[in-house]
């Protein structure tokens, strides 16, 4: 097998080892609905087993299908995800009989296949790119799950580098184009393509992402009690929801504290805030008078390199993501501690824009000029236009085979199980414009 598929094939061994840990709990825990937000774990179990028995073994290699009466079940847009638990799903056992049964045909088709063919689901093994990232998502939405499942003991936890108080609080972005998106990443999803110039004006954004200090104040001076800082639909989803303060966060003996998978802990200060939604980030960064970054903004700040006229894999450049830069592939079971990666800064010097949480930034999910929908409209075209937010940057929960600066996510503007934060920006007034740095 040549390098490539021999990297491939340790690839799809990573991310296997990984849906696996995570289904590594009796029965009961798989099969049930630790939240209507959710499906039950050994949903997503079988369903990326079937994914790839779909798209490898069906599409790019021609095989007939192993058991095509489950198709329907694990068809994320034939059953809402409130629904699944009434599904005649496989059992773990047998789900995890059928994923390695597809598996190893996978296995087969990856030595048969031309890497340098035209078909474009074969060329640069596009189609075990789609799967992998696929699996990685679900695999990240697992985690999602189980930390709404409030079970202990199931995730492992790890250590991190410690944070780094101090600095600039925000980084000025001078005004001009760069090249978003991408027509080179061979794995890149259709919603990254294709890459287009985007002219910008000059603006700041925070070096950091938004701390638990920082939104702890926010909510200490009554911010989830004052109107001015939300839009009309975020005081109605704050006013229903009786949101007080980020999920999973309470209150007792004068101390925030978090429950995170299942373990009660003081909510440690100086970490990025997470378990926010998009309502929440917004009026936040109203209340301190800046705004959310547009996506645009986000993806200038993290991967242009102005000197080189050029954008960059991952905001220190194209190096794969190392410990020293980022906190990403579920190193430790939580955010890294603010200013930890000074290695992993951008061109810019903004700091953490990959891993750690997902940034939710001010845009709407839109195709980019020139989109074509690539291999199937459900996977992004399908979304474009809804009211959903786009998130940038990938979390700890996110694996460096689903990262990079031109990846985009995209959830309904109440969603907070995942694992969202953000940070802020403003626009530059004309006199900051001639004096950057200074604030
Ligand atoms: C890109 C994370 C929004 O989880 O709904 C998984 C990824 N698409 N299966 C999702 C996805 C199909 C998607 N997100
Ligand atoms: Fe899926």
Redesign the pocket.
């Given at each position: 097998m040549s390098d490539f598929k021999e990297r491939i094939a340790a690839e799809l061994v990573s991310v296997r080892n990984r849906s696996l840990t995570y289904t590594d709990a009796e029965d009961d825990v798989l099969l049930r609905q630790h939240s209507p937000l959710m499906s039950p774990l050994v949903w997503d179990l079988a369903h990326v087993g079937n994914?790839e028995e779909l798209w490898v073994l069906r599409e790019a290699g021609g095989i007939t299908p192993l058991r095509p009466e489950i198709d329907d079940m694990y068809d994320?847009f034939m059953h809402p995800r409130k629904d699944r638990p009434s599904l005649p799903m496989l059992a773990p056992v047998e789900a995890r009989h059928y994923i390695e049964g597809v598996r190893g045909r996978v296995l087969d088709v990856l030595d048969k296949v031309d890497l340098h063919s035209p078909d474009p689901l074969h060329r640069g093994g596009f189609v075990f790119g789609l799967v992998i990232q696929?699996e990685h998502?679900?695999d990240?939405?697992m985690l999602a799950t189980l930390q709404l499942s409030k079970e202990p003991g199931l995730v492992r936890d790890g250590d991190l580098p410690p944070g780094r108080p101090g600095g600039p609080e925000e980084v000025f972005i001078p005004a001009g184009s760069f090249l978003m998106g991408t027509d080179t990443e061979p794995w890149a999803y259709d919603n990254e393509r294709p890459a287009h110039r985007v002219d910008l004006p000059g603006y700041w954004i925070d070096r950091l992402p938004v701390g638990n200090r920082a939104y702890a104040a926010f909510i200490e001076e009554g911010g989830y009690d004052d109107p001015r800082w939300w839009t009309p639909e975020g005081w109605r989803w704050r006013q229903e929801s009786r949101a007080f303060a980020p999920l999973f966060w309470t209150r007792d003996g004068g101390t925030w504290w978090r429950n995170r998978f299942g373990r009660t802990e003081p909510v440690p200060m100086d970490e990025p805030v997470q378990h926010v939604c998009w309502y929440e980030a917004d009026a936040y960064a109203r209340w301190a008078g800046k705004r959310l970054p547009t996506e645009a903004e986000w993806e200038k700040a993290c991967g242009w390199d102005p000197e080189a006229e050029r954008a960059r894999k991952y905001p220190w450049g194209d190096d794969v993501p190392g410990a020293d830069r980022t906190n990403l592939g579920h190193r430790a079971a939580r955010p890294a501690p603010l200013g930890a990666f000074p290695a992993g800064a951008s061109a810019y010097g903004v700091e953490q824009m990959i891993g750690d949480v997902w940034e939710w930034t001010g845009s709407r999910f839109l195709a980019y000029p020139g989109f074509s929908s690539f291999p199937y409209p459900?996977?992004s075209e399908v979304?474009f236009g809804g009211d959903y937010r786009v998130l940038r940057g990938g979390s700890w929960a996110a694996d460096p085979a689903a990262v990079r600066t031109t990846f985009r996510?995209?959830?309904h503007p109440i969603r907070r199980q995942i694992f969202s934060g953000f940070r802020c920006a403003r626009s530059a007034s004309p006199e900051r414009v001639s004096s950057p740095g200074q604030k």
């Open positions: 994914y994320a696929h998502q679900h990240e939405t459900e996977y979304f996510n995209w959830d």
